[in-house]
């Protein structure tokens, strides 16, 4: 029950990038979640986020209507909650990806049992489609890109008119970090 781009696979591909974004999201419990309503426009709510097992699990009460959106669209988005303040000083973290609904009884009995989840609940797992954490070192925004096709991508940004740079250019999708 894996899916092609799941968080082990993006964890076996850049190790250090995946713990930098598991961290930022450990940080507060509740973050946001992206789905489309029936008519297209977009939809933001609250939502915890558990990675084990090898997954990025998306967990919601039955019947919701964030679970309805993505039964019927599995196209979602992910941002981490920004926290307090204006400062943000371990950056800002964005998943996006396909949600696929665990219907498996007792794979959701297993999970709602390690995870003290009441029963009934609605569970899905990210095939994830891109990675992005963004942050300030010294005077340039870094935004890092993680996609399955084109594996990690760094690009500055400085405070002027120059164009975004690429650093250290990107290697090819699958090749793992050192």
């Known amino acids: 029950m894996t899916t092609i781009n799941n968080w082990a696979l993006?964890?076996?591909?850049?190790?250090e990038f995946a713990a930098a974004v598991r961290a930022r999201f450990?940080?507060?419990?509740?973050?946001?979640?992206?789905?489309?309503?029936?008519?297209?426009?977009?939809?933001?709510?609250?939502?915890?986020?558990?990675?084990r097992g090898g997954e990025l699990w998306l967990g919601m009460m039955p019947d919701s209507m964030k679970a309805k959106d993505l039964q019927r669209d599995p196209r979602f988005a992910l941002h981490t909650?920004?926290?307090?303040?204006?400062?943000?000083?371990d950056g800002d973290v964005r998943i996006s990806g396909r949600a696929i609904e665990l219907l498996d009884p007792p794979e959701l009995h297993r999970y709602a049992e390690e995870t003290e989840t009441?029963?009934?609940?609605?569970?899905?797992?990210?095939d994830l489609t891109e990675v992005v954490h963004i942050g300030i070192d010294g005077d340039d925004l870094v935004v890092r890109t993680w996609t399955p096709s084109h594996g990690l991508r760094t690009l500055r940004r400085g405070n002027d008119d120059e164009p975004p740079r690429e650093d250290p250019p990107a290697r090819p999708a699958g090749t793992p970090s050192d």
Do not use: C, W
């Not at 909650?81 to 000083?89: D, S, T």
């Not at 009441?118 to 990210?126: D, G, I, Q, S, V």
């Open 10 to 15: 993006f964890e076996e591909r850049e190790p």
């Open 26 to 51: 450990a940080q507060y419990p509740h973050h946001v979640l992206g789905t489309l309503r029936k008519d297209g426009s977009p939809r933001l709510t609250g939502l915890n986020v558990d990675i």
């Open 81 to 89: 909650n920004p926290g307090a303040g204006e400062e943000m000083p």
């Open 118 to 126: 009441p029963h009934p609940f609605h569970l899905f797992h990210a």
